[in-house]
């Protein structure tokens, strides 16, 4: 299963499935947190990886989402075709 999947079921209200991804998404040693508090989710992330350069993490929003711009994200078509995944 996908991390979209989860998405889905959260979106979908089906929490018994998501609850199901959640667990096996936990058992392979990923750390997960949801929010709706983007200013708190960032301040965690700072500070429980200050110092540690290396460190990976993301975010994932929807892409029909019309509020993220302003929270400084952008997702509408122009902005994301130029985007390109880092390797």
Do not use: W
């Not at 892409?63 to 075709?81: C, E, P, Q, R, V």
Request: proline share 1%; glycine share 6%; with cysteine.
């Amino acid at each position: 299963m996908c991390n979209s999947g989860l998405i889905k079921y959260l979106l979908d209200g089906n929490l018994i499935e998501a609850a199901n991804t959640v667990q096996t998404v936990l058992s392979q040693r990923f750390d997960m947190y949801v929010t709706q508090e983007l200013a708190m989710a960032k301040q965690c992330v700072r500070e429980r990886h200050q110092g540690q350069e290396d460190k990976r993490y993301g975010l994932l929003a929807s892409s029909k989402a019309k509020n993220l711009s302003i929270y400084g994200m952008h997702n509408d078509y122009n902005y994301t075709k130029n985007l390109r995944e880092r390797p």
